[in-house]
């Protein structure tokens, strides 16, 4: 369960990777997926939603019985 949300990880930073925030501005993966900028297109946003939504399963304790959703 530890790794069912590793390949929302690689996509998110592929997605920031590709953003201006990173490219342009020169800023961090960490600040520039910490904060709501304009710079970042709708779909890292969701990503960033999606993978907090998946880290958050992992401490749920009804979701560690059923299992973390493999996205």
Known sequence: MSKS???LAME???CLSESDCVKV????YRECAGEKS????S???GLR???FNCK???VDMRARIRG????
């Open 5 to 7: 949300c590793k390949g």
């Open 12 to 14: 998110l930073v592929k």
């Open 25 to 28: 501005e020169k800023r961090s």
């Open 38 to 41: 304009p710079s970042i297109s």
């Open 43 to 45: 779909e890292c946003v």
């Open 49 to 51: 939603e999606t993978y």
């Open 56 to 58: 958050r399963g992992q």
């Open 68 to 71: 973390n959703k493999g996205y």
